[in-house]
């Protein structure tokens, strides 16, 4: 008896590792569409309609999809531990804003990618509360998804009509 509950034991601890890798994989497969989708929007504006914005309480083009990618830098860096390394530009032109939002998605994909299941169950003290690390990747998600579609919003303005959804 004693034997199989050591037994059950050790198959119960290796059951949250698989269950991790199975659950990164199919979130970092999200945000490389994620990526492909917010890149797809960025591209659509044409460069000299980056500083455009609906009123003057907004964000302008630019400043929302700089937004995205310093926002998740800093989210995704909490998992992996790091500093966030995704500043924000000095300004919002289209090539700079597209650069700085290819490689907050790269980032960001790979540390999802690397998460580990004690990352994963940590929590993490944010502006927006305490979170677990499954929280904050969900919360980043959330956030580039709500940012984005602002973003689709001022393509429409624009009359641009946006590239097609993609999940």
């Not at 497969?29 to 003057?56: D, G, R, V």
């Not at 998992?79 to 939002?101: E, H, Q, R």
């Not at 959330?142 to 009509?161: A, E, F, M, N, P």
Request: net charge neutral; hydrophobic share 40%.
């Amino acid at each position: 008896m004693r034997m199989l509950t050591c037994a059950a034991a050790v198959c119960f601890m290796t059951v949250p590792a698989a269950l991790a890798s199975d659950v990164t994989e199919e979130l970092a497969k999200h945000w490389k569409t994620s990526k492909e989708y917010t890149l797809a929007i960025a591209e659509q504006m044409p460069a000299e309609a980056y500083n455009f914005k609906p009123n003057p309480a907004e964000m302008s083009f630019g400043e929302q999809m700089a937004h995205i990618a310093t926002a998740n830098g800093y989210f995704l860096s909490l998992l992996s531990g790091g500093k966030p390394t995704i500043a924000k530009p000095a300004n919002f032109d289209k090539a700079t804003v597209v650069a700085l939002l290819t490689k907050s998605f790269d980032y960001s994909i790979q540390a999802v990618e690397k998460a580990t299941p004690a990352a994963l169950e940590k929590s993490y003290k944010t502006p927006d509360g305490t979170m677990t690390g499954m929280g904050v990747i969900y919360f980043a998600m959330d956030h580039t998804t709500h940012h984005r579609g602002q973003c689709i919003v001022y393509l429409r303005l624009k009359g641009i009509t946006p590239a097609e959804y993609r999940y």
